[in-house]
């Protein structure tokens, strides 16, 4: 089995996190058509170049345009440099990870955090090797972690870390004091950017509701879900559960079986009516599909490049 879609442990390290950027670097070529419109008139073009205003000045990186090399600073320290520019239509991705107490859990290969983490990982790794503008807010267990722009491989490497971190089973014991959307809807600098969440929330709220309109009037948000879709399919028996509430009995029949595919059947597609609703597009994966998979179906509508 592929160890990517079945690891040994669902708690990832470091490394099994920075051992996915070459696969992040060859999942092909974005879709041609890039150009996307909104109904509320906002136009976004992911056509890449420069301005005059310097952001920064780091070691060159195998990716960097020779163009852009500043061969005074190269000349003087013996290492090549390179000058990164504010770009006026760059493509600024904003990544949200919000992992509820359901999320460590799954019938097959893994935990669903742990696939939510993988693919966060996979288009962290893609949006800095074509050279974008990445921001995040990582909520799990009661921690928020944001930062609204990456500027140099420490704070990319500390973005690693707290993937792994969420990854740690001992976050199912908590629930999230604030989520991403919510941390993040007073920040007015978030605007024509795309916004990724992985989130494995059945439900939101009014107020959630209310925030995520107010990010999807200025951004281009995509919602991704990546359900246990095996879950529902227990066979008729006796099963002990923990929950928040500790151990319970759960018995299942034909016709609990019929009445929790229909439930959540409906949750999904009311999540979907809500989002739809807000202009935000949900898109949902099964556990046992490949992060590089989803990956490539994200590439494929444009959510990465």
């Not at 000045?57 to 163009?67: M, N, P, T, V």
């Not at 509820?100 to 990982?121: D, K, L, N």
């Amino acid at each position: 089995m592929d160890k990517l879609i079945s690891p040994p442990s669902p708690i990832l390290s470091n490394k099994d996190l920075i051992a996915l950027a070459p696969y992040a670097k060859h999942l092909g070529k974005a879709a041609k058509k890039v150009k996307r419109t909104r109904a509320n008139g906002q136009y976004q073009r992911p056509i890449k170049g420069h301005g005059m205003e310097m952001l920064e000045l780091r070691q060159y990186q195998i990716h960097d345009e020779f163009r852009h090399i500043d061969w005074r600073v190269t000349a003087r320290t013996g290492t090549p440099h390179t000058r990164i520019y504010a770009q006026e239509n760059e493509h600024k991705r904003m990544l949200m990870l919000d992992i509820s107490g359901s999320g460590y859990f799954g019938t097959r290969h893994t935990f669903i955090s742990t696939r939510m983490v993988q693919v966060a990982c996979l288009i962290a790794w893609r949006t800095q090797i074509q050279n974008d503008s990445l921001g995040y807010c990582l909520g799990f267990g009661d921690l928020i972690h944001q930062r609204a722009h990456i500027h140099n491989k420490k704070s990319f490497s500390s973005l690693v870390s707290q993937l792994a971190e969420a990854t740690q089973v001992k976050h199912r014991e908590k629930n999230s004091i604030v989520k991403p959307w919510e941390a993040l809807h007073h920040d007015k600098s978030i605007k024509q950017q795309t916004i990724i969440i992985l989130s494995d929330r059945l439900n939101v709220s009014d107020k959630d509701l209310k925030h995520l309109a107010q990010l999807a009037k200025h951004n281009y948000v995509y919602w991704i879900k990546i359900a246990d879709t095996n879950a529902k399919k227990l066979p008729i028996g006796q099963y002990l559960m923990e929950d928040f509430n500790g151990l319970q009995w759960l018995s299942i029949t034909k016709p609990t079986q019929h009445r929790i595919t229909e439930e959540l059947e409906k949750q999904v597609n009311l999540l979907k009516q809500q989002l739809h609703n807000i202009g935000i597009q949900l898109h949902q994966y099964d556990l046992p599909e490949s992060p590089i998979t989803i990956a490539r179906h994200l590439l494929a509508i444009g959510a990465i490049h």
